[in-house]
């Protein structure tokens, strides 16, 4: 049996009564939270053997849950800086069409790594370039996952939508339907395991309406259920993909993925940023979830998404980093503070309280990949994903209030991140893994990226 106490600190638990104690504890054993309350535990309660945790000064929170990512665009980052998505799309997709797996999982650890120094303990992945020859992208991912120890929802991702037939990318880097139901089906063999603290779940993930034909949609979705798998896919990001919808089926983003059989509790979008009322409307009824992405929305000049409208409404809103090399930060620390500016500036003061912003993060991430029972918060009963964040030094010493320090200061180094109660950071550094070795493969794939032609 494993046991640790974090004891001393102040907790912000996001359980549904938003539940905080000034100065708490929580027990985990065997990688479960088996107790949480304020001030010190009943030393008759303490196991023998029990690693405990002293934390004054510290903030203890539920490791966060990132709702959006491409991993392997850690080895393509700041290229194209000032450019809107469809030509950034365009410069890019040649070179990510060369990546081969050893690439992928050199940027997925490099990009994993971010994730867990910037607090994270689930992320998805959306993994949708799967060039011919190019190797297990997705397995690749997988391996960076449980190297790093973060609990991971990757997604095998598509495209079928070539230039040649009026899509975006280059022919070279699409599927058939057959090719991608295969692989789908193969990847949820081998990896998938819906259990209860489950490591690893795989999701179905068609790139984008301007990526993908209405048939490789409807398939999917039908394939999913048949899997019993969730699904992903991007939507409603920019006014040119209004566009293109509008063109191409003669409705908005929105319409067309209901026509497709594509809303539902199962599902979740990136972005949702051009979103009319009635779209919103759709959204909730169906209970269709959001991963709200503002920091790549802001780099891509895209646009910023209704998060208020949306979490008002009823729709599951997480927050997302989304791919690095059109967010080149990679911090979903850095990417709560993001939540509370995106929608303050949008709607006013009022707009986005910081705890709201860092509910999207913890619970509201949980509830987007289909796991508010499991994670999200800390409650008696959960998988003891946890973040505890350092408050003592200059950055946020005797700033009155923690959750305030977490969210609108600078982001604070991580005394402790557990995934499942197993040690992923301490003290600021990573020890499931060598951060200095993830940074030699990140540059030495990268090389051999841009050196193949
Ligand atoms: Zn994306």
């Keep these: ?26 027990q985990v054993t065997d990688g479960v939270v088996t107790a949480v309350g304020p001030g010190a535990p009943d030393p008759a309660t303490i196991h023998p053997g029990t690693r405990v945790v002293e934390a004054g000064g510290h903030l203890l929170t539920p490791g966060l849950v990132n709702t959006h990512h491409h991993l392997y665009q850690w080895a393509t980052r700041g290229f194209t800086p000032d450019d809107g998505l469809f030509t950034w799309l365009r410069t890019l997709y040649p070179l990510w069409a060369r990546l081969q797996a050893e690439d992928v999982e050199a940027a997925a650890r490099a990009g994993l790594a971010r994730m867990a120094l910037t607090g994270c303990t689930t992320t998805t992945d959306h993994h949708y370039l799967h060039p011919h020859g190019g190797g297990d992208h997705l397995a690749a991912t997988i391996e960076a996952a449980a190297t790093t120890g973060l609990r991971f929802s990757p997604t095998r991702g598509s495209m079928d939508l070539g230039q040649s037939a009026g899509g975006l990318p280059p ?46 949609l409807r398939r999917t979705a039908e394939q999913a259920a048949e899997l019993g798998i969730r699904r992903h896919t991007h939507l409603a990001e920019t006014l040119d993909e209004e566009e293109f ?33 009635a779209d919103i409307a759709t959204l909730a009824r169906t209970g269709s979830s959001v991963a709200h992405c503002p920091s790549s929305n ?6 910023t998404a209704r ?23 990679g911090s979903l620390a850095d990417e709560v503070r993001q939540v509370v500016y995106a929608a303050r500036q949008r709607g006013g003061p009022e707009a986005m309280p910081v705890r709201d912003a860092l509910r999207a993060a913890t619970m509201g991430g949980a509830t987007v990949l289909g796991r508010a029972g499991e994670i999200g918060s800390i409650e008696v009963g959960k998988r003891a994903d946890l973040a505890l964040w350092d408050l003592t030094g200059l950055g946020h010493a005797d700033l009155d209030d923690p959750v305030v320090a977490l969210v609108l200061g600078p982001t604070p180094p991580l005394a402790l991140l557990t995934v499942e109660g197993r040690v992923v950071v301490e003290d600021g550094e990573l ?14 794939a990268r090389r051999r990226l841009l050196a193949r032609t």
């Design 171 to 216: 022919d070279s880097v699409t599927e058939t339907i057959d090719e991608v139901l295969a692989a789908t089906a193969d990847a949820v063999h081998r990896h998938h395991d819906p259990s209860p603290g489950s490591m690893v779940r795989i999701a179905a993930a068609p790139c984008s309406p301007f990526s993908v034909t209405t048939d490789l």
């Design 298 to 303: 802001a780099r891509l000049g895209a646009g």
């Design 307 to 329: 998060a208020r409208d949306l979490m008002d409404a009823g729709v599951p809103v997480g927050i997302g980093v989304d791919g690095a090399a059109s967010s080149e930060q």
């Design 431 to 444: 020890r499931t893994t060598s951060e200095q070795q993830a940074v030699a493969d990140l540059v030495a």
């Design 1 to 26: 049996m494993s046991s640790l106490l974090i004891t001393g600190a102040a907790i912000a638990t996001v359980d549904p009564s938003g539940t905080e104690h000034a100065t708490g504890h929580v």
């Design 245 to 277: 919808c509008a063109q191409a089926f003669g409705r908005r983003p929105v319409e067309l993925l209901e026509d497709l059989g594509w809303l539902g509790p199962d599902v979740w979008l990136a972005h949702c940023v051009h979103l009319s009322d």
